[in-house]
């Protein structure tokens, strides 16, 4: 059975900095890509990060390019997600996600809030 569970999220000023990470079982970790999505209240989802399973060619969205990086440690099975410079526009619920022939799996989610 997959589960994916994120944890780091909490209460930054704008200009600081987190770290999320995410932790996944019940499945072959470094055999898939890892994403990160966040949605923002009365947002849709939308994908902010994904790093590949040998961590070449990661994606950022435009909206991260240059203040996010994406990382994992594979023998941890776990990806990091470090934010920095965040701005209120950061302000969501971020998510883990892969997909496996078997489908998509999701974790519960971290609150990130950026307010002074």
């Known amino acids: 059975q997959v589960h994916i569970v994120e944890s780091g999220g909490g209460l930054v000023q704008p200009g600081g900095s987190l770290r999320l990470s995410c932790t996944a079982s019940?499945?072959?970790?470094?055999?898939?890509?890892m994403s990160w999505y966040r949605q923002a209240p009365g947002k849709e989802r939308e994908l902010v990060a994904t790093?590949?399973?040998?961590?070449?060619?990661?994606y950022y969205a435009d909206f991260v390019k240059g203040r996010f990086t994406i990382s994992r440690d594979n023998a941890k099975n776990t990806v990091y997600l470090q934010m920095n410079s965040l701005k209120p526009e950061d302000t969501a619920v971020y998510y883990c996600?892969?997909?496996?022939?078997?489908?998509?799996?999701w974790g519960q989610g971290t609150q990130v809030t950026v307010s002074s």
């Open positions: 790093i590949p399973r040998t961590s070449y060619s990661t």
């Open positions: 996600n892969t997909r496996t022939p078997l489908g998509g799996y």
């Open positions: 019940g499945f072959r970790f470094d055999n898939y890509a």
